[in-house]
């Protein structure tokens, strides 16, 4: 249209102008003059609108194309397909290197597909041009979350907060960090403070819960009872009390009274665990007893624990490695154990576990002899309160005085375990809380509560026995492994 008017206008300012100049040979009057201005700022006006429609029309095709990309990656975002979504985003940065837009979309569909250091990379490069971008900061904390550098993804989220104070999503990010680092106290503030700006806010609710805080002691009462065809039944019954001191500190401190040959024995034990990160802890312990001669004098005991999360996509999610050592003291004999054990999280709330030990035992006028024994065993849910529990464990019986004579003993167990039960039986663990470590460990505490009847023999591992005694085998050269 402008174009239009301006060739209509121009062929009337030049008709004018030819007249202006006829003119001059005759009388040129002011109204001639005042109309040939007149159409020369009609043609200036007309120039100018149309230069800015031609501005216009290509920053309006500059934003179509923008948003025609950016459509289509969503697009392939809604149908799951992030490969696509990538490729799109990729594209786009071939066409515009410096599009800043295009390189976030990069980094959050590198994070998602889990290729996560490229993914950092590409959130660094748009922070070095945008570091108050709050979305940025974000994105590049999830990243660091995912690959478990705590530590980085909360201070981005602390600088990310003070750049938007009231953001629930922030406050969120924020709780999940301060939890993964153990910092429940800090975390359960944080998921408060996103549902006080979002009292609708699921995920914040969700977070809220995990952290919830339990019961800062806990009391526990369980008993331990075994038949045998050729001896009168033996039991225990325990009496222990956990208690949470600290964010770091963890008591427990039980009393075992048993029946045993006859006898009747009373055990006191007391442990402290501290946990020196939030994958990370270590035990140390004592008992002591009156043994009536079936199980030790007295205990020393010490164990380290460290977890590790890989995720809910991995067959494997978590594992659990340990190693504790253990000094027995009976009437004549002293037994040192040492364990290293290893506990895997699998699908379906499945776990499975590995352990060794290696028994040194000394009597009296004998020389010192070492002794091997292993276990493996696997826990799985039948029910929804009740799991099962499948294991082996093999133990090479060496004499004392004749290190030549060795034999082979295997045994194969299959229990059947309900959670009310076997809590209580565990009262008097004194292990690293690895609970603590990896994820919620209760069905780790059913596998040390089920094996209590592995092996006649005090446990000579780094977690405690259900019932801190002995099974104390006549020839007590060493001992067996009860987790």
């Not at 209509?8 to 300012?13: D, F, I, P, R, Y």
Request: glycine share 8%; charged share 25%; aromatic share 10%.
């Amino acid at each position: 249209m402008y174009d239009v008017l301006r060739g209509t206008v121009w062929a009337v300012h030049v008709t004018g102008m030819e007249n202006l100049v006829k003119g001059w040979k005759q009388k040129v009057t002011w109204r001639d003059l005042a109309m040939i201005s007149a159409l020369s700022f009609l043609i200036s006006i007309c120039s100018i609108a149309t230069g800015a429609q031609a501005g216009n029309g290509k920053q309006s095709s500059g934003r179509r194309e923008q948003a025609d990309w950016q459509a289509q990656v969503r697009e392939r975002v809604a149908q799951k397909d992030l490969p696509a979504a990538l490729a799109i985003a990729e594209r786009r940065l071939e066409e515009a290197p410096q599009d800043m837009e295009a390189r976030g979309w990069r980094a959050r569909l590198l994070n998602w597909l889990g290729r996560r250091a490229e993914a950092e990379r590409e959130y660094r490069t748009v922070l070095e041009s945008f570091p108050n971008d709050t979305d940025v900061l974000q994105g590049l904390a999830d990243v660091l979350m995912a690959q478990q550098k705590y530590d980085e993804a909360l201070a981005l989220l602390s600088r990310a907060r003070d750049l938007l104070p009231r953001s629930a999503e922030v406050e969120v990010r924020r709780g999940r960090a301060l939890r993964a680092m153990g910092r429940s106290e800090e975390a359960r503030n944080a998921f408060r403070e996103a549902l006080a700006l979002e009292p609708k806010n699921d995920e914040a609710r969700a977070g809220l819960d995990s952290v919830a805080e339990g019961p800062r002691h806990e009391l526990r009462v369980g008993a331990d009872f075994d038949k045998f065809n050729y001896t009168d039944h033996w039991r225990g019954v325990t009496l222990s009390l956990r208690s949470d001191l600290a964010s770091r500190w963890t008591s427990n401190f039980s009393s075992t009274f048993y029946h045993r040959a006859g006898q009747e024995a009373t055990r006191f034990s007391g442990a402290l665990t501290y946990r020196l990160s939030h994958r990370d802890a270590l035990t140390a312990g004592f008992a002591a007893a009156r043994d009536q001669g079936v199980i030790p004098k007295g205990e020393a005991f010490f164990e380290y624990g460290h977890g590790m999360n890989f995720g809910k996509k991995s067959f494997v999610r978590g594992m659990e490695v340990s190693y504790g050592q253990r000094w027995l003291w009976f009437a004549l004999p002293r037994i040192l154990t040492l364990t290293p054990s290893m506990l895997l999280y699998l699908p379906r709330d499945w776990t499975w576990q590995v352990s060794l030990t290696m028994a040194r035992s000394r009597f009296p006028g004998l020389p010192a002899g070492w002794r091997p024994s292993g276990m493996t065993r696997l826990i799985f849910p039948l029910h929804r309160r009740v799991y099962g529990n499948v294991f082996y464990a093999v133990d090479v019986l060496r004499g004392v005085s004749r290190p030549v004579a060795r034999k082979k003993t295997d045994e194969l167990w299959i229990l059947l375990c309900h959670p009310f039960l076997i809590a209580s039986s565990n009262s008097s663990s004194g292990s690293a809380p690895r609970a603590l470590l990896c994820r919620p460990s209760w069905p780790r505490r059913r596998a040390s509560a089920c094996s209590s009847r592995l092996s006649w023999d005090e446990e000579p591992g780094g977690t405690a026995s259900s019932n801190g005694g002995t099974r104390g085998r006549k020839k007590s050269a060493s001992s067996g492994k009860r987790l």
